[in-house]
């Protein structure tokens, strides 16, 4: 089961701050299709939002087809994000979290690895790879 949490200060939107913790889960293999949602009644008891930011998310979700609404019994995913297997996935990100505590011990702080990751990211993308 996915938990939200909402950051106040990141200039984006309730509802997509939930679409894209849902994409995210979708990516990582934490969400998998069959998966049911939590209800909008059970997501508005845990971030005090309103029910219809709730009902947006996940309507932007079924638009892109990622979920399915079905009436009486909630909403459940229809299909994943991704194409890495979850062993390589799991893999991908050991690797990568022994790179970043490489990068602590080095004395870089977290700002510090965002910008290589990101610029690393961006470079990638220029070549066509990503």
């Given at each position: 089961?996915?938990?939200?949490?909402l950051d106040p200060r990141s200039g984006v939107s309730t509802y997509m701050q939930l679409v894209q913790q849902i994409k995210h889960a979708l990516r990582l293999g934490l969400l998998e299709p069959g998966d049911r949602l939590?209800?909008?009644?059970?997501?508005?008891a845990a971030l005090a939002i309103n029910p219809n930011t709730v009902l947006k998310a996940y309507r932007e979700l079924e638009r892109e087809?990622?979920?399915?609404?079905?009436p009486g019994l909630g909403t459940?995913?229809?299909r994943t994000l991704?194409?890495?297997?979850?062993?390589a996935r799991a893999r991908l990100g050991r690797q990568l979290a022994g790179w970043m505590r490489t990068a602590y011990g080095a004395g870089l702080a977290r700002e510090?690895?965002?910008a290589l990751f990101t610029a690393a990211l961006r470079e990638i993308a220029q070549e066509g790879v990503a």
């Open positions: 089961m996915i938990h939200f949490h939590p209800t909008a009644g059970e997501v508005v087809g990622l979920v399915t609404a079905r459940f995913v229809e991704g194409d890495a297997s979850p062993v510090d690895i965002e």
